[in-house]
């Protein structure tokens, strides 16, 4: 008779399944910039860094890694190219804001943690479960972490940054199953982006969770997952681990 399958690893994508930024990212560079005396429309920044952003990691994936750049000038170039398509082209006046701007965003008061997180990440842990973090993200998310009380509740932080790839990249989540000596059958991700998560995950073996965000999943996504696999709410994580246990038989 098969035995029923035990999860005992549960990785994590971090921004935007855990944690957040209390203002959206147009927000938080207009008042930095009012307080270099700078007026730029927040509505213009917003759309101007999902532009610079886009365009940066297209050339440079993965914060520069290689391209010979540190995460930092990465990040002072997407603020400084933000301004100059938002109509701020002289980067001298941007210098001190990007600055501003990247150790604010390293801050945890920058930050917030998502509602039902804590709780669902100590329900886990009183499961038995071994959890870690996988995140496309660079080397200030740890200090985000402990800042926000977070950080005691993984045995490890995997960044894009610190591995040299991104989800979807087999290689993140191979690292991960490395680090904790389990094998991808026995461990599951829980993330927001239906590639980088959800698929990522499931290309190494891995169960996987799709957390729903504010905006309503694409229907050809809905259509695709079971919808046992997607989460309106962290909440509902412990019973659709029930569910998958209970249902998946021990390989």
């Known amino acids: 008779m098969a035995h029923r399958l035990q999860i ?3 990785t994590w994508d971090m921004k935007d399944t ?11 560079y207009a008042s930095k910039a009012r307080a270099h005396g ?12 999902r532009q610079a952003y886009k365009a940066q990691n297209h050339s440079f994936p993965n914060y520069g890694q290689s391209s010979g750049l540190s995460s930092r000038q990465w990040w002072m170039d ?15 006046a941007i210098t001190p ?3 501003h701007l990247y150790e604010d965003f390293s801050s945890p008061s920058t930050w917030q943690v998502l509602e039902g997180a804590e709780t669902t990440l100590k329900g886990c842990r009183k499961r038995g479960l071994r959890l870690a973090a996988i995140s496309n993200f660079d080397r200030r998310l740890e200090d985000i972490l402990v800042g926000l009380g977070l950080r005691d509740h993984f ?3 995997l960044t894009s940054e610190a591995v040299g790839c991104s989800k ?12 904790a000596c389990i094998e991808p059958a026995v461990a599951a991700h829980v993330g927001d982006s239906y590639r980088c998560d959800y698929q ?18 694409d229907s050809s996504v809905r259509n695709s997952i079971p919808k046992e696999h997607i989460l309106p709410s962290l909440s509902h994580l412990l019973p659709a681990l029930d569910l998958l246990e209970a249902s998946s038989p021990m390989p």
């Open 8 to 10: 005992r690893l549960l």
């Open 18 to 28: 855990l944690i957040k930024l209390r203002r959206p990212v147009g927000e938080e």
């Open 38 to 49: 700078l007026v730029v429309e927040a509505a213009a920044l917003e759309q101007a860094f």
């Open 78 to 92: 997407v603020v400084l190219h933000t301004f100059r398509l938002a109509g701020v082209p002289d980067a001298q």
């Open 97 to 99: 804001i990007a600055d």
């Open 155 to 157: 045995e490890f932080v």
């Open 168 to 179: 979807p990249d087999s290689r993140i989540f191979r690292e991960a199953l490395q680090l």
């Open 200 to 217: 990522g995950a499931r290309a190494v073996g891995m169960h996987s969770f799709l957390v729903e965000g504010p905006e309503p999943l």
